[in-house]
Every structure is written in C-alpha cells, then in structure tokens.
C-alpha cells in the first residue's frame, strides 16, 4: 500500500497536466465553431465585464473574449505544432548527418548552429520576422530557425553516442550503409530524446509566438491571438477593464506551466527507466 500510494503521488501532476492539455484541445476545437462570434463586433456591448452571457467579458469593440480566446487557442497550439515539428526534423537531419558522417561534416554543419544559438532565441526571432515581414507566417518561420540548433546539439549528442552502442557497431562492421544505419538504428535510439525535446520546445514556441505578437510582429489585427489580444488589453487595464488582457495572458500561462509540468514528468519517467534497466 504505501510504495502504491507513493508511486500515485508521484503521478498525478502527469495526470492533472494531461487534463488540462487535453482541455486546451477541446477549447481549440470549440474555437473552430466560435471564429465568426470572435470576429463579430458590436460597438452596443463594448467592454462588458465577465457574465453568463459572456464569460470572459468583451472588449473594446464588443467581441466575445471567451470566443477570441478558444481561437486564440487553436491558433497558438497549431502554429507552435508546425514550428516544433519542422525544427524537429530540421535538428534531426542535422544531427543524423554529424552523428553518421566524417567529422570535417560534423564540424562544417554545426558551426552555424552554435553560431544561432549565440544569439537570444527571442530576439533573434522577432529579427527574422522583421526581415521577412509582419506576419504569422514570418513569426514561424522565425521560430522554425531557432528551434532548429536546439533540437540539433541535443540529439546530436545522442547520435554521437549511439556510435559506441554494440548494434550500431554491428552494423558498420557487417557493412551496412551509413544512410541504412542512421535511419534504421540511430533514429529509433534518438526516439525517447526527440520526444522530450518536442514537448519541451513547445512550450517555448508557444511563449515566443505570442511574444512576437505582442510587440508588432506577428498576428495582424483582427487575429484573436494571445500575444496580440494581450497588447490590446494594455490601453483598458488602468481604466478597470482587466478581464480584456487578463483571459488571454492567464490562457497562455497556464498552458506554457502545463507543458512545462508534463515535460518534466517525461524526463522523470525516461530516468526511472534508464536505472531501472
């Protein structure tokens, strides 16, 4: 009973942080049916405080914020999606290729990712950004660049580190082709490494999508994204009207933590394991 007891208490915040995941899912889906009501303005209602007929209020142009934000939802979980999986792939190939190839390769490819990853993620993202353009497709891309060094010095470690495993070893010895092993045995040992890398890296592009937003540089208005409804709120809060920036700002936080939480419940289990074999 007690080691039960133990290993319950150790799970819930992998439980609880699952949940509310998964309600950001539903909050995300019910913002598809909710995006004509987010966009709908009606200057008769504006910035009513939260009621039962609107929930989170309204805001100063008399749209719904509890529609805004499930939007919101959708578009930061979507985009921050698209910007991990395309770093993730972009990291991998970087780090198949330093952790298979020659080593002038390994040296010539990971210069430029050490030199990216100088600069201040944040900053050098909303720099990107500016180059190409105002726009959430110029904020992804952005993120996409400096998402793509993190995901390669961390798995190129692991791919360095697979070498001196006995089937990777096998393998080269029996001549199989680099291609072949990089795909058939390093891939899979990087699967646990990728895994944490891709929740931890979302939350982060979740947090930076939004602050790109909220200096200038990534939604336009009307796009009901977090960062940009935050910056909106700004002009109403010293007058009274905190519910317009405060929905979207605690939305975004509750996620990033929640992410946060379950990140680190994976690196825990991932450690179990590795003392438990």
Known sequence: MPG??????RRWPAVLSVAILVAYVALAVAGVFLRHQADLVDVSRTLQPPDGHHLFGTDGEGRDIF?????GAGISMALAAISVGLGAIGGLAVALVCGVGPHWLDRTVMAPMNAILAFPQLLLAMAIA???GTGLTSAVTGIVVTIIPVFAVTLRAEALRSKSEAFVQAAVTIGVPKWRIALRHVVPYLSTTLTIQVAANFGAAVLTLAALSYVGVGAKPPTAEWGAMITDGLQYAASGQWWVGVAPGVALLVLVLVVNIFTDQLRVRNRAEGSDA
């Not at 039960?4 to 208490?9: D, Y």
């Not at 529609?67 to 939007?71: G, L």
Request: charged letters at 20%; zero cysteines; hydrophobic letters at 45%.
């Open 4 to 9: 039960k007891t133990g290993r319950g208490a």
């Open 67 to 71: 529609a805004r934000v499930s939007v």
């Open 130 to 132: 500016i180059g190409l």
